[in-house]
């Protein structure tokens, strides 16, 4: 595999992360009533980074990359990544 191909695959295993990372950070800031200290692209990073992280630990669970069960669980670890990062929890 050469390096091009290594970076494609994992540029389209990270994709997920960062769509749902960065929509929830956006969507957060549509819907928030006020506005927080961090910036939306910030909040993003971190949402991707959590879900990252999950879809590395769903490969290393299920043995294999897609399983709705892992993009599932990034669901949940981003939405609650954006409420902890946008401060829900002393609301």
Same mark, same amino acid.
């Given at each position: 595999m050469s390096l091009l191909d290594l970076l494609n695959h994992l540029?389209?295993?990270?994709?997920p992360a960062l769509a749902v990372g960065f929509l929830c950070a956006? *969507?957060?800031r549509a819907f928030r009533r006020k506005a927080g200290g961090?910036?939306?692209w910030a909040e993003g990073a971190i949402n991707s980074g959590v879900g990252a992280l999950v879809l590395l630990g769903g490969v290393v669970l299920t043995g294999r990359d897609g399983a *709705?069960?892992?993009?599932a669980a990034l669901v949940v670890a981003c939405g609650t990544s954006q409420w902890l990062v946008s401060d829900g929890w002393r609301k």
């Open positions: 540029l389209n295993f990270v994709a956006l *969507m957060g961090r910036a939306w *709705m069960a892992t993009y």
